[in-house]
């Protein structure tokens, strides 16, 4: 964690970066109620680090947060911008941010939106406190990023309906859940959904294993099996990982691939209550003097980890949790 001098802060900026999540509206709104509440100023910076290297700076008001707690995507808009990893694209940020008279930022997004605000304060000294803001919620230091509990349920009510109807045509299903090279999102709902097996890119399972797995449930009396994958190279994407079952077995398996129906939607109440706290928290480090840090859930509270020590770190689903799966799905 490092310090400044917080009088020099009058104008906080927020932005939303990388992939939206549910919840992202609600933690902005946090953040500008508790900076206005604060005597300060919020400045909104409309599409991530693309927004302030295009000047696309805007006052946020009360108002302007008003009845956006229960939508999903992000009133700030969001993009991935690979301008930002050249020096000069951050140098070019850092002059319009002070140009604009922006003291600070907050930064709501995951570990490359993150790398964006280090450079900012590694570069120029520039106040930056980040907040884990990704259906993925594979940031170290922070138990739950913003947005994974909606996903994981909106995907949860997909594969329960899939359910359903496999078990009508004992069937076999592959579900393909997002979660990019991690499997936070395909451990969650592997296990509350009953899945049969789960393959995450942490600790891939073998394609001779999730037959074994179908073989012996059918010599039990079981008509109709669902499989999680995370999507990602690494435990093979639903359509090929369904032709290695056919090539193996001849199990003809269904695929189905949920897609960005994960990162739309209400947020639910976990989403909104831990946006809302990480949110007001945020600007409180910011004006108590420290930054450089993501602001995150341990142990259930909210807690502050340096930014370095989250974006040196990996962090992986539950094992324990995942070799569940086989045992609970008998
Ligand atoms: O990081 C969130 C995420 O939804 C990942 O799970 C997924 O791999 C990726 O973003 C998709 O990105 P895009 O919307 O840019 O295709």
Same mark, same amino acid.
């Given at each position: ?36 509440? %604060? ?5 909104? $910076? ?9 000047? =696309? ?23 991935? $911008? ?39 304060? %590694? ?6 406190? $980040? ?17 994974? =509990? ?30 990019? =090279? ?51 190279? %690494? ?45 007001? %928290? ?8 420290? $930054? ?10 909210? =807690? ?27």
């Amino acid at each position: 964690m490092s310090t400044f001098d917080p009088s020099q802060i009058k104008t906080i900026g927020v932005f939303t970066s990388g992939g939206d999540a549910p919840g992202m509206n609600a933690a902005i709104r946090a953040v500008v109620r508790t900076a206005l509440q %604060k005597n300060l100023k919020v400045v909104g $910076c409309l599409g991530g680090y693309q927004g302030i290297l295009d000047n =696309d700076f805007h006052i946020l008001d009360r108002k302007s947060v008003a009845n956006i707690i229960q939508r999903g995507g992000t009133i700030l808009k969001s993009k991935r $911008c690979l301008e930002f990893l050249k020096p000069e694209a951050r140098k070019q940020a850092h002059e319009n941010l002070v140009a604009a008279g922006v003291d600070a930022l907050i930064c709501i997004g995951g570990n490359g939106s993150f790398k964006g605000a280090q450079a900012l304060y %590694k570069e120029f000294q520039y106040p930056v406190v $980040c907040l884990p803001g990704t259906i993925d919620n594979d940031i170290a230091g922070t138990e739950q990023s913003i947005g994974f =509990d909606t996903a994981v349920n909106t995907a949860l009510e997909a594969i329960d309906r899939i359910r359903d109807t496999a078990s009508s045509h004992n069937r076999l299903f592959i579900v393909e859940v997002m979660g990019r =090279d991690s499997g936070f999102i395909a451990t969650t709902v592997g296990v509350a959904g009953g899945a049969e097996e789960i393959f995450i890119p942490e600790k891939p399972i073998t394609v001779e294993q999730a037959v074994s797995t179908i073989q012996s449930g059918i010599q039990r009396g079981k008509t109709s099996s669902i499989l999680i994958t995370a999507e990602g190279k %690494k435990p093979g994407r639903a359509y090929d990982l369904a032709e290695g079952i056919r090539k193996r077995s001849g199990f003809e398996a269904k695929v189905c691939i949920l897609g960005h129906i994960q990162r739309g939607g209400r947020p639910t109440a976990r989403d909104r209550v831990l946006a809302s706290g990480l949110g007001a %928290k945020a600007v409180e480090v910011l004006t108590s003097g420290h $930054c450089n840090v993501m602001v995150g859930i341990q142990s259930a509270s909210i =807690d502050v980890v340096d930014l370095d020590q989250s974006l040196n770190s990996q962090k992986t689903p539950d094992h324990e949790l995942l070799a569940l799966t086989p045992i609970l799905s008998r």
